[in-house]
């Protein structure tokens, strides 16, 4: 089974930069898309970016301009690279995988902390 793995959560200052990284057990070319959510404490889980296996990207109005997502197939990683952050970033971040043939199957990563201080 595939597995998801997040590194690079912390603490940052506002303004700061931060780099998640998302490493698969597998080709994440399995994957019809892969993108990062977040969730902060009362809300709901948000997309925050999204890239599809052609390289489609989406994000969120909140983070347009702010937040890059990528991915390196050789290392079977996705990344999301977060710039000049907001007290209002701070959330678990959650790496996903999803698989579309017939119905959609999601993978799922355990979430990394991303905390903004101002």
């Known amino acids: 089974q595939v597995q998801l793995v997040e590194s690079g959560g912390g603490l940052v200052q506002a303004g700061g930069s931060l780099r998640l990284s998302c490493a698969a057990s597998?080709?994440?070319?399995?994957?019809?898309?892969m993108a990062w959510y977040r969730q902060a404490p009362g809300k709901q889980r948000e997309l925050v970016a999204g890239?599809?296996?052609?390289?489609?990207?989406n994000y969120a109005d909140s983070v347009k301009g702010r937040f890059t997502i990528s991915r390196d197939n050789t290392k079977n990683t996705l990344y999301l690279q977060m710039n000049s952050l907001k007290p209002e970033d701070t959330a678990v971040y959650y790496c996903?995988?999803?698989?579309?043939?017939?119905?959609?199957?999601?993978?799922w990563g355990q979430g990394t902390q991303v905390t903004v201080s101002s």
């Open positions: 996903n995988g999803r698989i579309s043939v017939f119905r959609d199957l999601d993978y």
């Open positions: 597998g080709s994440i070319l399995g994957f019809n898309s």
């Open positions: 890239l599809t296996r052609g390289g489609s990207t």
